[in-house]
């Protein structure tokens, strides 16, 4: 069975601070993962998804297999990047998400 | 380009009444999805489309959900009777067929509490 486990509901770091949230999954198979973010106030949004390999708004994401972990890290956190953040994955070439619980991000200035 | 459109927005309704959500994808998306989000908890699928057939349903409660999209474009979901346990934020979200694994865009959602 497929599960996404974000263990920190809540991450508070202060501004200029290095984040990482973390995001382990199950699946059998190869999935393709997914960072969505949603702002106060604004709709859930795509961040990055591991087979573009870029950065957005200085956050990456680097998928690691052996460890079956998808960690969103950017290495000086903004007053902006507070929000909530869901880990997702889906099955290769398949379109459904499978989200996370979610962390709510604060950073603190 | 315009995005997902949803309504009503909030909606206040007694167990057992019924209940009809509408959306609207971004023009050309051919698949639309529906999912459920409980509070503290991450969205999960109820019900995809591909145009207007079904894809996945597999987490729809069919005894009382319903979804259709009729000429491939507007989604409705209906609940009947609700429960409470289905209060809940419904989003609505499209993406491009062109894309699989690719970007689904969200609606702003419906906040369904039951009484």
């Known amino acids: 069975a497929q599960r996404v486990t974000q263990p920190e509901k809540l991450l508070s770091v202060f501004k200029g601070a290095p984040v990482e949230l973390k995001c382990n999954y199950s699946y059998s198979g190869s999935p393709e993962l997914f960072w969505y973010v949603q702002y106060s106030r604004q709709r859930l949004q795509l961040l990055l998804r591991?087979?573009s390999r870029e950065s957005i708004k200085g956050f990456t994401a680097d998928l690691n297999k052996g460890e079956t972990s998808f960690h969103l890290k950017k290495p000086f956190a903004q007053e902006e990047d507070s929000a909530m953040y869901y880990c997702a994955l889906s099955g290769p070439g398949a379109n459904n998400l499978f989200f996370g619980t979610g962390t709510r991000l604060t950073v603190i200035p | 380009e315009a995005g997902v459109a949803q309504s009503p927005r909030y909606k206040i309704i007694e167990k057992r009444q019924s209940v009809a959500f509408w959306c609207n994808p971004i023009s050309g998306h051919a698949t639309l999805y529906w999912y459920q989000q409980i509070l503290g908890q991450g969205p999960k699928l109820l019900i995809q489309f591909q145009n207007n057939g079904v894809v996945d349903d597999s987490q729809l409660p069919k005894d009382r959900f319903s979804a259709e999209r009729l000429k491939g474009v507007d989604s409705t979901l209906k609940i009947q009777p609700a429960k409470l346990e289905d209060s809940a934020v419904y989003l609505c979200?499209?993406?491009?067929?062109?894309?699989?694994?690719?970007?689904?865009?969200f609606g702003p959602g419906t906040r369904l509490t039951v009484l």
């Open positions: 591991h087979i």
């Open positions: 979200a499209s993406s491009s067929y062109r894309e699989p694994g690719g970007e689904q865009f």
